[in-house]
């Protein structure tokens, strides 16, 4: 597994998200990083990561955000999940961390560990 191989979608002022990161450089790995909030993945792009991760938009929303109540997202179903993902990128849940062996919302940072090679 090299370095691109490897990509995780960060927020740096997220402590699951640095903790992850640090794990992923501490197996030898300079990931690609993907500041999420500032270069968000499309709804496409999301839809994909997070089937691959296999998580609903339900499981990988940040449903303390403000945005997210006042939007209403309580009873909202996937695809308004989804949009509103899209269009206000601090609702997704993070760090999605992305590598050969699979997509996983790395909280804790921990979980990473399983996605890199031992």
Request: proline residues 9%.
């Amino acid at each position: 597994m090299t370095e691109r191989d490897v990509t995780i979608y960060h927020n740096p002022k997220c402590s699951n998200s640095r903790g992850a990161l640090e794990l992923i450089r501490a197996a030898g790995i300079a990931p690609t990083i993907i500041e999420y909030l500032a270069t968000p993945p499309d709804r496409a792009e999301l839809k994909d990561l997070l089937s691959r991760a296999g998580l609903t938009p339900r499981q990988a929303i940040r449903a303390k955000e403000a945005i997210y109540h006042e939007l209403k997202l309580d009873t909202a179903d996937d695809d308004a999940l989804l949009d509103a993902m899209a269009a206000h990128p601090v609702l997704i849940e993070r760090p999605l961390v992305v590598t050969p062996k699979g997509v996983r919302l790395c909280r804790p940072p921990e979980r990473v560990l399983d996605l890199l090679p031992r």
